[in-house]
């Protein structure tokens, strides 16, 4: 956060538009809409809530099961939890850690045989990499399986020349206080169809009719941005690009540190496409001669957080006996892998510390 993020606040404030409606917050949906390729976007009070509502607006409720890959952040399968749906989880390619698309076509067979109604596919871009969407969306479309992209740690990434978030009937950004631009808290639901996200506004605004009067048919949600959030979040959005520089730039010095040493590799691939939202290492213990954790230990012991990657999801307690497709593969990346410190507003200084502290573990 800096003046620009201060002005834009001091403007909506003086404009008395402080409840979730306002010209800032039209103006943050358009803006995110443009720069994302898609025709609506609708801001949320959080990346939750959009999936959530969309989820809803696709018709997804207690008859369906939806497909979750189990390696991401428990919100993803909350979501589809909300909807009454029950989520079915799948594993992920160990080299990105995105969804294993080889196992999807063969669970939706699964699924579809056994006679269950699978609602939805949630393919989430992991760390802020797009899963593989040139192999995932004709599967689902050939299963008649409608797909919401969960990119909430993924603007400003692409795949094949689209960005994150356009992808699917419908996609999900989140604007938490640890993404990449951030409102504090807040999210956006973004699509194509014009039905399905005027649906959605429709019941973040607890289902209100356009009428002088309360008017409420439905059971609808209090899930809109505020306009004071909408403003922070289009002062961010114009250092997206500067921001993602920098993270990436932060990548190629711990993949050159890291290049040369036995057993350990950065997670995923493509750094120029990716906005390295999070930059994860995986270490081979055998090869490398030390554990991820070891590492961790002696960063926490200098005062520089790091953390696993995500616990899967069917290793949860809340998903216990949940049903899941799993090779092992994203258990063995939350047992071997290690987020690093990765902000875009690291000083020099700070990255050169965490780095001299890499490095005398490694000569250690």
Not at 17 to 39: N, T, Y
Not at 183 to 204: H, K, Q
Request: hydrophobic residues 45%.
């Amino acid at each position: 956060m800096g003046p620009l993020e201060e002005s834009y606040l001091v403007s909506a404030l003086r404009s008395g538009w402080v409840a979730p409606v306002g010209p800032e917050l039209a103006a943050f949906e358009r803006e995110i809409a443009d720069r994302v390729g898609v025709a609506h976007a609708v801001a949320l009070s959080s990346g939750t809530a959009a999936l959530h509502l969309g989820l809803l607006a696709l018709g997804v409720g207690p008859a369906h099961v939806v497909v979750v890959p189990t390696l991401t952040f428990v919100a993803t399968a909350n979501a589809v939890s909300y909807t009454g749906a029950r989520p079915v989880f799948v594993d992920c390619d160990p080299a990105t850690g995105n969804i294993d698309v080889a196992l999807l076509a063969p669970l939706l067979e699964q699924l579809r045989s056994s006679g269950r109604q699978v609602g939805a596919v949630l393919p989430v871009d992991i760390f802020g990499s797009c899963a593989d969407y040139s192999a995932l969306l004709p599967i689902c479309a050939a299963a008649g399986v409608p797909v919401v992209e969960d990119a909430a740690e993924a603007l400003g990434a692409v795949h094949r020349g689209r960005p994150a978030g356009s992808f699917g009937h419908a996609a999900v950004l989140s604007f938490n206080g640890n993404k990449i631009i951030t409102t504090s808290g807040g999210g956006m639901l973004l699509s194509d169809d014009g039905v399905l996200a005027e649906r959605v506004r429709y019941l973040s605004t607890q289902a209100r009719l356009p009428l002088p009067h309360y008017e409420h048919p439905e059971v609808g949600y209090n899930y809109r941005l505020s306009n004071l959030l909408a403003a922070v979040g289009r002062a961010q959005l114009r250092r997206l690009d500067h921001m993602v520089t920098r993270r990436r730039q932060l990548r190629k010095l711990y993949a050159d540190l890291f290049a040369a040493v036995p057993g350990v590799r950065l997670l995923a691939h493509s750094d120029d496409l990716s906005n390295c939202w999070l930059t994860c290492i995986v270490v081979d213990p055998e090869a490398a001669g030390w554990r991820a954790r070891d590492l961790a230990d002696h960063l926490a012991a200098r005062g520089i957080e790091t953390r696993p990657i995500w616990k899967p999801l069917h290793l949860q307690p809340a998903y216990a006996g949940a049903e899941a497709l799993v090779t092992g593969a994203a258990q063995h990346l939350f047992e071997n892998g290690l987020a690093l410190p990765s902000g875009s507003v690291l000083t020099e200084h700070q990255r050169a510390t965490v780095l001299t502290a890499i490095t005398a573990f490694l000569d250690n």
